[in-house]
């Protein structure tokens, strides 16, 4: 007879184990969305660097006067303009005619 603690510990064990089965890898693109993917990034790089121009000719200023006083970079800075690519990459391979479609089949 199993204790209600050894139980219960499989029973978390088993529903873990059927959660990850879903969380299967990916197949591997082909040549097509690999090419497909490359040109969405090419894209996704060009609109952003059109869209923030001013960053490129920015320049980091630690030696002028009053750096000391800003604070460090956070963690989550950056996460919202890798969201926005992301997102521009994803949105540009949905559209794209290499990537297949998923169909609704009932």
């Given amino acids: 007879m199993s204790s209600p603690t050894t139980s219960s510990a499989c ?15 990916s197949p591997p693109l082909s040549e097509a969305q690999r090419d497909a ?3 969405c990034r090419e894209d996704a790089n060009r609109i952003y660097n059109t869209q923030n ?4 000719s920015e320049r980091s200023s630690p030696d002028s006067p ?4 800003t604070p460090p970079p956070l963690p989550g800075d950056g996460l919202s303009e890798q969201y926005g690519f992301d997102k521009m990459v994803s949105t540009c391979m949905d559209r794209s005619e290499a990537v297949p479609v998923a169909s609704d089949q009932h």
Avoid at 53 to 56: E, I, K, N, P, Q
């Fill in 53 to 56: 121009r001013y960053l490129l």
């Fill in 66 to 69: 009053y750096s000391g006083a």
């Fill in 11 to 25: 029973a978390l064990l088993l529903l873990c184990g059927l959660a990850l089965c879903g969380c299967g890898f």
């Fill in 37 to 39: 993917q490359q040109s």
